[in-house]
């Protein structure tokens, strides 16, 4: 009787250790999900519009991320940011911040929120807190093919046609660069003497793609900048417009920097 009583004893440790063991791994798996980041914002910069993210954001949700969209209105920074912090507060869980151009500007500001986990940028500004546009633009030589315009006496700036195509989006057809001259957004010229007030680079971890042949923002200023951001560099010969016209390329850069945040 004694025997059997001690059997069932040792049946009971055993099935508490493997039920311990269970709630381990249920534990670690949940938490594990909870840490992946499958939320992504994509914000454009000057002189386009969201559409231009059409083919990254194919690739992204047929793999499965949950992508939004930030609708800009270019008319001011602070009005710019706002934009990309509702597309923010709708999401649910971890968010990777990516911006182009301009965007860049944009999601150091918006990247401050507490959602986002990380940020990619892709040939952008990276602005620290306190610094201008402006101030980016005119700390290196001028591209000699940039076709960006004095400002409108209503206060926007619009890229010119003369230089649209070779400037902005060179590895892109004529009709296509038709098309985005055609639906180009203006900036506000505001925005080029408006400053970030807390620089999110500075305590999240980033990502930079430079377009090595990029006619608008510099090669040696995208490369100051993502240096100076800490940000890991995958360089792409590509056009300013390289979230257009190397979509693949783009997407996979975001990819990894997904996944790299969720470790």
């Excluded at 006496?153 to 010119?160: E, S």
């Excluded at 800490?230 to 979230?243: D, F, G, L, M, R």
Aim: charged share 20%; glycine share 8%; proline share 5%.
């Amino acid at each position: 009787m004694k025997e059997v009583f001690q059997l069932k004893r040792n049946q009971g440790t055993v099935l508490k250790k493997i039920l311990l063991s269970l709630l381990i791994i249920m534990s670690v798996t949940i938490l594990s999900a909870q840490k992946q980041v499958k939320n992504i914002v994509l914000v454009h910069g000057a002189f386009a519009d969201g559409s231009g993210w059409e083919e990254v954001y194919k690739i992204l949700t047929k793999k499965g991320f949950n992508v939004s969209i930030a609708a800009n209105p270019n008319t001011s920074f602070p009005e710019d940011v706002a934009a990309a912090k509702r597309s923010i507060d709708r999401l649910d869980g971890p968010i990777l911040l990516v911006g182009h151009s301009y965007g860049g500007a944009i999601i150091t500001e918006a990247g401050n929120s507490d959602k986002v986990v990380g940020l990619v940028y892709i040939a952008a500004f990276v602005p620290d807190a306190g610094e201008t546009l402006l101030q980016l633009v005119q700390s290196g030589p001028p591209t000699p093919n940039s076709g960006i315009e004095p400002p409108s006496a209503d206060g926007f700036i619009w890229y010119g046609k003369a230089k649209f195509h070779s400037g902005f989006c060179a590895d892109l057809s004529k009709e296509k660069a038709a098309f985005l001259y055609d639906s180009q957004v203006p900036i506000a010229a505001s925005a080029f003497g408006a400053t970030v007030s807390k620089a999110a680079w500075k305590t999240k971890p980033s990502w930079y793609i430079v377009a090595t042949d990029d006619q608008t923002v510099p090669n040696e200023g995208a490369r100051f900048m993502a240096k100076r951001a800490n940000a890991k560099i995958t360089e792409i010969k590509a056009s300013h417009a390289v979230y257009v016209s190397q979509a693949k390329a783009v997407a996979e850069v975001i990819i990894r920097a997904a996944a790299e945040t969720s470790k």
